[in-house]
Nanobody, 127 residues
Framework: QVQLVESGGGSVQAGGSLRLSCAAS????????MAWFRQAPGKEREGVAQ????????NYGDSVKGRFAISQDTAKKTVYLQMNSLRPEDTGMYYC????????????????????WGQGTQVTVAS
């Protein structure tokens, strides 16, 4: 069944903003960490931001620090990604991911850490 559903993608001019949403259902609502990844054509999937559900602690990829913000609404089982000062290099498919276990070793942005994935929402930033 569908576990994570992203929405909010679209096309925007450089310098603009978008807010992505990720709604969790089923087993995915037990995720202890939620994250956003993105993937541009021909490139590997990269971590954008992560939030620890119980405390709200966050991590960000270096390329988005100071421009993007991850947040959550626990009542709605929804995670958001506010993206400001968008650049053409932010273009890609954005995926929501959920991780069940509350611990991990190594970097937060390893794709293999996450148990649930959404289908993705496309973000296109025109120059």
């Amino acid at each position: 069944q569908v576990q994570l559903v992203e929405s909010g993608g679209g096309s925007v001019q450089a310098g603009g903003s978008l807010r992505l949403s990720c709604a969790a259902s089923g087993d995915a609502i037990r995720s202890t960490y939620m994250a956003w990844f993105r993937q541009a054509p021909g490139k590997e999937r990269e971590g954008v931001a992560q939030v620890f559900i119980s405390t709200g602690a966050t991590n960000y990829g270096d390329s988005v620090k100071g421009r993007f913000a991850i947040s959550q609404d626990t009542a709605k089982k929804t995670v958001y990604l506010q993206m400001n000062s968008l650049r053409p290099e932010d273009t890609g498919m954005y995926y929501c991911a959920g991780k069940l276990l509350e611990w991990y070793a190594g970097s937060w942005d390893r794709v293999a850490l996450y148990d649930y994935w959404g289908q993705g929402t496309q973000v296109t930033v025109a120059s």
